[in-house]
Every structure is written in structure tokens, then in C-alpha cells.
């Protein structure tokens, strides 16, 4: 069972770049999320998506899109990479009704230079 | 997160309790909860507790809310090295966004 697979662990972009970030999840979980996750700030959100079909902006959005594929994927794109955008991305997940069990992916990290 | 805070480092000798500290903001807040994270790897879930919930025991962990004063604290029995990592709490509201929203988060380090 893999639960919760994100793709790149690792990237190094140039500025201006554009690249995304992959999740899927197999547990056929309704809702998924995108947080970032720096030191000292903790995990912030970037978007998350509720249901397949609907994508919301969360307390960090600028610079990132979206897209809920299916059920299963939900992938961050950055469209003009910037320093500040060099962090650890988590991807989420959690089943509608559940008490907040949060299922993470283990991580991209990326650096912009 | 800004609506969470946490202490940032904590340091105990194995075998001593640990309690890690957190204080959150929006007293609708239904669910509470706290998270592991080890080096490299993403968040695991610890426990969590519901707001009106005072205590909650779960083997090592003890859980104190004080819904009043918005404080909610883990306590680690018999810490071990093990036990080193970083400790997030976070907040969930049934209403508006559904989603967890994180402390800075606490590193736990245990020195034996």
C-alpha cells in the first residue's frame, strides 16, 4: 500500500523556471492538500482541493497553480520559479469525515537559485 | 502557522518527561491535534483531541487541552532518543476551510 507517492523528491531550478510537482494517493481519499514547510514557519498551505473538481486557495498561494487531475492526483505547478519558492513541498491527503488524519507524502524539496 | 504557536527547541535527558507547549487562536477550532516528524520524512499523527476533551491518554502520551486559555500541551512519559524529532500541533475547523493548520513546530532533543 503506498498511500501517499510525490515526484521529484529533489529539483534544482534556475529562476524563471516552470516544473510541477506530482501526488497521488491510493487510498481513495476525497480531500488533498499542498503545504509548504520551512524552517521555523512550519507548514503553511498552499491549495487544497476538497473534492475531485474543486481546488481552493490556502494562506500561501501566489506564485502556484493547481490541478485536481482525479481522484487520485493533485499536482502544484510553478510557473516562474523564484528564490523564495526554495522549500520542502508535503502533499496531503484525508478521507471526507474523518477526525484530521492527515496522510503525508514524504516530501519534495526544491531549490531555486 | 500564525494562528498556532510553539516553542522552537526542547532539550531533556532520556528517561525525564517531556511536555511540549502550544498555544492556537480560534476557539472554533473542533479538532486538535499532534504530529511527529522525524528527519527526512514527512508528518506522522501522534494523537489528537477533541475540544471538549479536557485530557486524553494514549500509552506514553498525555494530552491537556485548556479550552479557556487556548493551551493545548503534550506530555512524552519516559522520553527516549527515539522520541527526538520535531512535534507540530494543529488546529482543524469543521466550518469554512477544511484544513489543519500547523505551529512552527517544536524540536524535541533527547540526550541520553
Known amino acids: 500500500n503506498a498511500g501517499v507517492t510525490q515526484t521529484p523528491k529533489f529539483q534544482v531550478l534556475k529562476t524563471g523556471q516552470s516544473m510541477t510537482l506530482q501526488c497521488a494517493q491510493d487510498m481513495n481519499h476525497n480531500s488533498m492538500y499542498w503545504y509548504r514547510q520551512d524552517p521555523g514557519m512550519g507548514l503553511r498551505l498552499i491549495y487544497y482541493?476538497?473534492?475531485?473538481?474543486?481546488?481552493d486557495k490556502g494562506e500561501v498561494p501566489n506564485g502556484y497553480n493547481v490541478s485536481r487531475l482525479n481522484k487520485r492526483e493533485f499536482s502544484l505547478r510553478l510557473e516562474s520559479a523564484a528564490p523564495s519558492q526554495t522549500s520542502v513541498y508535503f502533499c496531503?491527503?484525508?478521507?471526507?469525515?474523518?477526525?484530521?488524519?492527515?496522510?503525508f507524502g514524504e516530501g519534495s524539496r526544491l531549490t531555486v537559485l | 502557522g500564525e494562528d498556532v504557536e510553539q516553542s522552537l527547541f526542547l532539550s531533556v535527558r532520556e528517561g525525564d518527561s517531556s511536555v511540549i507547549n502550544c498555544t492556537y487562536t480560534d476557539s472554533s477550532s473542533t479538532y486538535l491535534y499532534w504530529y511527529k516528524q522525524e528527519p527526512g520524512a514527512g508528518l506522522q499523527l501522534l494523537t489528537y483531541?477533541?475540544?471538549?476533551?479536557d485530557m486524553k491518554q494514549d500509552q506514553r502520551l498525555t494530552v491537556l487541552l485548556n479550552k479557556k486559555d487556548k493551551h493545548l500541551s503534550l506530555r512524552i512519559a519516559d522520553t527516549q532518543t527515539g522520541d527526538s524529532a520535531i512535534y507540530f500541533c494543529a488546529e482543524f475547523m469543521d466550518t469554512g476551510r477544511r484544513a489543519l493548520t500547523f505551529g512552527s513546530g517544536t524540536r524535541l532533543q533527547v540526550q541520553p
Open positions: 483531541i477533541f475540544s471538549n476533551m
Open positions: 482541493s476538497a473534492s475531485e473538481g474543486t481546488t
Open positions: 496531503a491527503s484525508i478521507h471526507s469525515g474523518n477526525t484530521g488524519e492527515l496522510f
